[in-house]
């Protein structure tokens, strides 16, 4: 089974940028469409992003204009720039192979005003 493994994680001032990385232990091509959720403390895992192996796009409302989701099937990597960061972005963020139960580990996300 594909593994997922987060980073790019840390503590970015209001205004600041981070980049997240999903690497995958195998093919991700199998998988249609690769997901980016957050969960921040107390509340539920929310859908952050996705994006389709033609390079369709989604993004709740709150991050539009701010966050890329972007892939590479050759590397096997998802990808999430983050621009602009709030403080109301801090969460831990887990990159998913949509469709499946295939989780990583998340990626602490840490924004101070």
């Known amino acids: 089974q594909v593994q997922l493994v987060e980073s790019g994680g840390g503590l970015v001032q209001a205004g600041g940028s981070l980049g997240l990385s999903c690497a995958a232990s195998?093919?991700?091509?199998?998988?249609?469409?690769m997901g980016w959720y957050r969960q921040a403390p107390g509340k539920q895992r929310a859908l952050v992003a996705r994006?389709?192996?033609?390079?369709?796009?989604y993004y709740t409302d709150s991050v539009k204009g701010r966050f890329t989701i972007s892939r590479d099937n050759v590397k096997n990597t998802v990808y999430l720039q983050m621009n602009s960061l709030k403080p109301e972005d801090t969460a831990v963020y887990y990159c998913?192979?949509?469709?499946?139960?295939?989780w990583g580990q998340g990626t602490q996300v840490t924004v101070s005003s």
């Open positions: 195998g093919s991700i091509s199998r998988f249609y469409s």
């Open positions: 998913k192979a949509e469709a499946s139960n295939i």
């Open positions: 994006i389709t192996n033609g390079g369709g796009t």
